[in-house]
T-cell receptor
Framework: EAQVTQNPRYLITVTGKKLTVTCSQN?????MSWYRQDPGLGLRQIYY???????DKGDVPEGYKVSRKEKRNFPLILESPSPNQTSLYFC?????????????FGPGTRLTVL | KQEVTQIPAALSVPEGENLVLNCSFT??????LQWFRQDPGKGLTSLLL?????REQTSGRLNASLDKSSGRSTLYIAASQPGDSATYLC???????????FGTGTSLTVIP
């Protein structure tokens, strides 16, 4: 089954404790992206990747890191999480540049930073 | 910076009614516009994608229109069903970059 998977689905952590949220897609997609969703603000793009070893900042990259060492994986790293990073996070992928292709979304990761 | 607005924020209709959801964006220089559906506890599902050169797209009971010059899109849902209850999001990708901009969504409830 074609899908985007994220782990963990739920995470509660404390301020400053490094964490990684994994994202994997099995569709051989080139484009991958991370978003956060907050009430009243909608989804905002954090980082995106056009292909392996190619990443770029989205709208709200502060406090986040990403890497794209393999085509299928695009982990989101929070080196020193803070309470304002409490949010619902989504990973997404598309076959090629999203100007012409639909994005497929993962189920989301709900992160709480205490 | 692109801003995407969706009105209304919430909508409740009786089953069988036709309805229209609205999306507006401030920068008309876009590559495409997409409509998504979000169910509680789940990710987003793409419904329709309209390229900037297109005026509308149809899929089943859904029809999306795009007026790029006025910065507006509408999603028309015909003969609504309780299963249509969800949050509907629109998103645009600006042709100045590779970034997506989402609206805050319209929460739709279809009452049986």
């Amino acid at each position: 089954e074609a899908q985007v998977t994220q782990n963990p689905r739920y995470l509660i952590t404390v301020t400053g404790k490094k964490l990684t949220v994994t994202c994997s897609q099995n569709m051989n997609h080139e484009y991958m992206s991370w978003y956060r969703q907050d009430p009243g603000l909608g989804l905002r793009q954090i980082y995106y990747s056009m292909n392996v070893e190619v990443t770029d900042k989205g709208d709200v990259p502060e406090g986040y890191k990403v890497s794209r060492k393999e085509k299928r994986n695009f982990p989101l790293i929070l080196e020193s999480p803070s309470p304002n990073q409490t949010s619902l996070y989504f990973c997404a992928s598309s076959a090629s540049h999203p100007t012409g292709d639909t994005q497929y979304f993962g189920p989301g990761t709900r992160l709480t930073v205490l | 910076k692109q801003e995407v607005t969706q009105i209304p924020a919430a909508l409740s209709v009786p089953e069988g009614e036709n309805l229209v959801l609205n999306c507006s964006f401030t920068d008309s220089a876009i590559y495409n516009l997409q409509w998504f559906r979000q169910d509680p506890g789940k990710g987003l599902t793409s419904l329709l994608l309209i390229q900037s050169s297109q005026r509308e797209q149809t899929s089943g009971r859904l029809n999306a229109s795009l007026d790029k010059s006025s910065g507006r899109s509408t999603l028309y849902i015909a003969a609504s069903q309780p299963g249509d209850s969800a949050t509907y999001l629109c998103a645009v990708i600006s042709n100045t970059g590779n970034q997506f901009y989402f609206g805050t969504g319209t929460s739709l409830t279809v009452i049986p």
